[in-house]
């Protein structure tokens, strides 16, 4: 069934855009919803122009979010947490500690940017991916050290950025 959103759908498509979805999902969530409507040339044209807003306004941030990604691209969060003998936390690290350290070094980044495939449960280094859409991406180093070593752990990153 074809539909026209008259919202941005994640994973669907932008406002103003007519996408196939399966009747069900039609029926029974995108139209009740108001997401979408049944459409229609009057409609479709009716959108054009905020349709256009909107894609510039996308292209906008789109340009801003690549330049955030190379800002933190290669950035390193060092978080202190409660470590037992082994090295294993008590609880986890996890995308809201993240992004909340990075934003305290000045970099403007969303909880929902940072992608765990699971939530750190021990000390060390670990590689996140940030996504900020859908092909604008950066990594990160994540170094996780038991509570007051973050001093020596800062140390130690300095005296390597001064040898190298």
Not at 32 to 40: G, I, L, N
Not at 109 to 132: P, T
Not at 156 to 164: K, L, R
Request: with cysteine.
């Amino acid at each position: 069934m074809k539909v026209l959103l008259c919202e941005d759908v994640e994973n669907l498509g932008w406002y103003g855009d007519v996408v196939e979805v399966k009747e069900g999902y039609a029926r029974n969530y995108l139209l009740p919803q108001r997401v979408a409507v049944v459409p229609s040339e009057s409609k479709i044209k009716a959108m054009a122009e905020e349709k256009a807003k909107r894609t510039e306004q996308r292209n906008v941030a789109l340009e801003r979010l690549k330049k955030i990604a190379e800002k933190v691209e290669g950035a390193e969060a060092v978080i202190a947490a409660k470590v037992n003998e082994q090295g294993h936390l008590f609880g986890s690290i996890t995308e809201n500690q993240i992004a909340e350290n990075l934003r305290q070094q000045g970099f403007e980044i969303a909880d929902k940017f940072i992608r765990l495939d699971e939530h750190i449960k021990e000390a060390g280094q670990f590689s996140v991916r940030i996504k900020f859409a859908a092909d604008v991406t950066a990594t990160v180093k994540v170094t996780v050290v038991p509570e007051g070593q973050i001093a020596e752990a800062a140390d130690d990153s300095a005296g390597q950025t001064n040898a190298e």
